[in-house]
């Protein structure tokens, strides 16, 4: 018997790949490379003619990690309505910091830096890179939730429609 993998994804599986973003596993696609066969995870992004090829033996190399689901939901929006995050006060380190949020897509870290960067609007407005990188957090969290049909995905997807909502400053 084929000992299964831990993190062996399936077809039709939601998958999350940094820095495309939400994508399904179509299937396993074989690739002759010199003299030896690899197996890669075939993704495909909705709305969209991208694919990628992802190695069966180390998709969390490429950062490739499931999606959400409902039972992720909760500790969600904890991170999103009360996750605190300490951001560099100068301009340069925060930046550096704030961007490898962003690349990682890791949601409950994006979920964190969008609270944390929300408290900063409410209180003193945002520069334009710092308002960016508020925006994009967004999208990226909207683009894990959006096909939930949780209850706590719509409590998720309220909070960001009324984040999108405020008045950039």
């Known amino acids: 018997m084929e000992e299964v993998k831990k993190n062996a994804y399936n077809p039709g599986d939601r998958v999350v790949l940094p820095p495309y973003g939400i994508g399904v596993v179509?299937?396993?696609?074989?690739?002759?490379?010199?003299?030896?066969?690899?197996?890669?995870?075939?993704?495909?992004?909705?709305?969209?003619?991208?694919?990628?090829?992802?190695?069966?033996?180390?998709?969390?190399?490429?950062?490739?990690?499931?999606?959400?689901?409902g039972a992720d939901m909760p500790e969600l929006l904890n991170h999103l309505r009360d996750g605190h995050m300490n951001l560099p006060r100068q301009w340069a380190a925060r930046h550096r910091k704030v961007t490898e949020i962003l690349v990682s897509g890791d949601p409950?870290?994006?979920?964190?830096?969008?609270?944390?960067?929300?408290?900063?609007?409410?209180?003193?407005?945002?520069?334009?890179?710092?308002?960016?990188?508020?925006?994009?957090?967004?999208?990226?969290?909207?683009?894990?939730v959006r096909e939930l049909a949780d209850v706590n995905a719509g409590d998720v997807r309220a909070i960001l429609d009324s984040a999108w909502g405020e008045s950039p400053n």
């Open 26 to 69: 179509c299937g396993i696609s074989k690739r002759r490379i010199n003299e030896a066969t690899f197996s890669y995870y075939q993704v495909e992004f909705p709305n969209s003619t991208s694919r990628a090829y992802v190695p069966v033996d180390a998709p969390g190399g490429v950062g490739m990690r499931p999606a959400l689901t």
């Open 108 to 144: 409950y870290e994006l979920a964190s830096l969008a609270s944390e960067l929300r408290r900063w609007n409410v209180a003193r407005g945002l520069p334009d890179l710092d308002r960016q990188a508020y925006r994009r957090a967004l999208k990226l969290l909207e683009q894990e």
